[in-house]
Structures are given as C-alpha cells and as structure tokens.
C-alpha cells in the first residue's frame, strides 16, 4: 500500500501529500515524454539523476534570492516541496536559436540570440502546449501585468545563474523551460520557481564539441540518455549516491 496520498501524476513526476500543510513530495520517476507524450520510454536512472540536479540548481537559486519551492531532498527520487497553484504556462528563455524557436523562424540551431528571449506556452497537454502572447495571457486571466513583470524578472534572474553555473563546466545554456507558482501569506501573494530544473527542461550543449547533453539525446535518438545526464552531474560535482 502507497505511504503517501497521490495528488497529482505527471509524464515524469509524482506529487504526494507532504507531512505538514502547506508541503508536498515531488517523486521523480524514470519515464521520459517527448512529442507531448507521442514518444515515450523508461530510462534507468533519470528519475535519481534529476532529483539530485533539481535539488543542486533550486538550492544553488535560494542561496542568491531567488524564491523558489523546494525545501530538502529526502530520499534518491524524492523532495520536499512547498505546495504552490501552478501559473498555467511553461515560461521559456532562450539565449541561442533551438528547436520550435529555430524551426518557426528558419534560424539554423546555435545561432546566438541578441538578447535573452522569454516566451510562454499555455499548458494543456491536449492542445500540445500552444505558444501564446503576453496579450492572450492577460485576456485570459492566468496572470495579470505584474504577475508577467515579476516572471520574466525570475526568468532572467534563473537565466543569469544557470548560464554561469553551467558555463563555469564548460556547458552552453541554449534554452530553457521554468513553471511558476504561486504562495500565499494571508492574502499577500507571491510567484516562485517551481516544478523543476534539470536536464529535461533544458538545452545544454557541450561548449567545445557541441555534443548535446539533455533530452534532445532522446527526442532525436542520439545516444543514452542516462550517460548525459550523468556527464553534467559529473562536471557539476552532483553525484548520485546513496542519501
Ligand atoms: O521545443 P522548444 O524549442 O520550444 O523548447 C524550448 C525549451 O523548453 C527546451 O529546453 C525544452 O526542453 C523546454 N521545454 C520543456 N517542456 C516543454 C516544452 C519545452 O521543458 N513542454
């Protein structure tokens, strides 16, 4: 029988009731989605791979201010976390050309941006998470102008600290995926980082061989996953072992 009350499944993750309110437990499991949910397979380790990495880069962002949900690692595949209401969009920064970004305009991937660029997605799994604008976003109540001012303000405060931390490894940060939650003290609100970030939500390129080292390797079939999310634990000093 589950220990815990099941809140909520996702394509790679699990949400349990945590011990106190206002908590929950974040299980990462070893399925991989790509193509909303069209492709899809087991990968012996990733689950471990990216609690620790998750754990690494949240940790890494509370140290320099940035608020963000999680709480401690309890065990290989599972975190604490403070509960948030999701802000149902998929915030994406981008610093070089990639995937849909690359396809839409014709721009070859790697191709160096002029300046970091946030976009959204609406997240609905039946609609493919369709791209969306600021103005639909308003229009359609899932945040407000401030909302939107204080997101693209931790977008790009997450961007600054992932492209050193990754940079100082000798890793390109292309692209990126953060979701967004909101807390509430009394009937102040406030957004975090929530969700994750790991591997499966980034871009990251070797800098000198270019080799790709995130979930392309399994959306284009071009080599073992788990061996690329072990290379950037590895350069990151992040070792999954025992808790
Ligand atoms: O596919 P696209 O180029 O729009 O993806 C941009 C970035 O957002 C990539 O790093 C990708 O891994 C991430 N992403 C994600 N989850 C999605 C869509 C994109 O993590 N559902």
Not at 28 to 43: E, G, L, S, V
Not at 61 to 87: A, D, K, S, W, Y
Not at 205 to 223: A, C, E
């Amino acid at each position: 029988a589950p220990r815990r009350k099941k809140v909520y499944e996702g394509k790679a993750k699990i949400l349990y009731e945590g011990p106190e309110p206002g908590t929950l437990v974040q299980y990462f499991k070893d399925d991989a989605t790509a193509f909303n949910a069209q492709k899809k397979a087991t990968i012996e380790g990733k689950g471990v791979l990216n609690n620790r990495l998750s754990e690494f880069f949240m940790t890494g962002l509370t140290n320099i201010g940035v608020p963000n949900h999680f709480i401690r690692r309890i065990n290989m595949r599972e975190q604490l976390i403070r509960q948030v209401e999701i802000v149902p969009l998929e915030v994406i920064v981008r610093n070089f050309a990639a995937g849909s970004l690359a396809k839409r305009l014709g721009l070859e991937e790697g191709t160096p941006l002029p300046r970091p660029i946030v976009e959204y997605s609406y997240k609905n799994d039946e609609l493919g998470d369709p791209m969306v604008s600021e103005e639909y976003i308003i229009a359609f109540g899932w945040a407000n102008q401030q909302d939107l001012d204080d997101i693209v303000s931790l977008a790009l405060r997450v961007n600054d600290f992932l492209s050193g931390v990754f940079f100082g490894v000798g890793i390109k940060l292309i692209d990126f995926k953060i979701e967004i939650g909101r807390i509430w003290d009394g009937d102040f609100m406030r957004l975090i980082v929530a969700d994750e970030i790991s591997p499966d939500s980034c871009r990251l390129w070797d800098v000198k061989t270019g080799q790709k080292l995130d979930k392309d390797v399994f959306r284009r079939d071009l080599g073992n996953l788990t061996d690329a999310y072990t290379e950037v634990a590895r350069r990151l000093g992040v070792l999954p072992s025992a808790p």
